[in-house]
């Protein structure tokens, strides 16, 4: 069910507990900004999550809370991740929903990303 963006970050949503380490991940990378990890039900034959460590609800929530350093910090993550899976020379889409319309089922920041074949719609039918 998609959330709102709005609402306080709940500690014990699903991205919370794995960071915590109480629910396993496939892990791809940490470092001290953020967590890569398969997602459970891929959507593509590459599909990876990145996931800040701060509590942050949101895009929104992130740029307009988060420090300059764990924004970047953050990003160079989502980088690496793209980089270590070697999707960089063949392409890959990047997706972040946001709230109900943008479809966001967990209160926790995420960053998808998509690879391992074309994508050709920007927005499915």
Not at 24 to 37: G, R, S
Not at 89 to 116: A, S, T, W
């Amino acid at each position: 069910m998609p959330i709102d963006p709005s609402q306080p970050y709940d500690p014990d949503n699903v991205f919370a507990k794995i960071l915590r380490g109480e629910l396993p991940c496939k892990k791809v990378y940490e470092d001290d900004f953020a967590l890569a990890f398969h997602d459970i039900r891929p959507q593509a034959p590459i599909h990876v999550l990145v996931i800040p460590r701060g509590e942050y609800v949101s895009w929104d929530d992130f740029t307009a809370r988060a420090g300059d350093g764990e924004i970047a910090g953050f990003m160079r993550a989502v980088g690496h991740v793209t980089r270590q899976l070697e999707l960089d020379g063949p392409g890959y889409r990047l997706l972040v929903n946001m709230g109900g319309d943008g479809h966001q089922e967990v209160p926790h920041l995420h960053v998808h990303i998509f690879g391992g074949r074309q994508f050709f719609q920007m927005v499915p039918d």
